[in-house]
């Protein structure tokens, strides 16, 4: 309203007092741990399975997971690398050892050059469609009635970080905000505050194995 009666009308007086309504601010939706767990053990296919496991352990975007490479998987210093991310930055994040054992297990079987997931021509990586696709088969699959995207493993990831203790200002590194703020939306929605850092997928599956219920090799 202001751009027509301001530029196409060029009055300045009666659109000095019209305020702009504030944008509702929503907390994100997030997967419990147990509907991780649920979603993770209801991929069958151990591609699909990989892309949601690395997906949610290292907190990625869809555009960054798609485009990992195989060199960026670095095994000897527990990292990954996150090439050309949101605002054209380079960044490391945490490489969960429960991830990196799935992705040996992945390397044996599919053997991948260049893009660690390889669309189906193997010259180009996935498409963020199919992974997105493959999210909701999983969510499917595993009766989880929620109207979330991908993207919901990333806010699951942030959360459940703060829940177990880590500082902000590592989770706002490790997700590549470049402002706290951005970080600050998940302290809302964490339920409570313990004190090892680590990543979240080790925390759910140490806590199985200490259940004894990793006897199928799931998790």
Known sequence: MKLFYGSIL??????????RPRRE????VILSRQEIVKMLNATVNPKHRLLLMVTYSAGLRVSEIIRLRVEDIDSDRELIRI???????????????????ALRNYWKVYRPQGWLFPGPSGDKHLSPRTAEKIFEQALEKSQINKDVSI??????YATHLLEDGADLRYVQELL?????????????????????????????????KENGKDKTGKI
């Open 25 to 28: 601010k929503k907390l994100p």
């Open 83 to 101: 090439r050309n991310a949101k605002g054209n930055k380079d960044r490391y994040v945490t490489l969960s050892m429960v991830a990196l054992e």
């Open 176 to 208: 590549g905000h470049s402002r706290p703020e951005t970080t600050m939306i998940y302290t809302h929605v964490t339920q409570k505050d313990l004190t090892k850092i680590r990543s979240p997928l080790d925390n759910i599956v140490n806590k199985q």
């Open 151 to 156: 993207h919901v493993l990333r806010h699951s």
């Open 10 to 19: 060029k009055i300045s007086a009666f659109t000095d007092n019209i305020v």
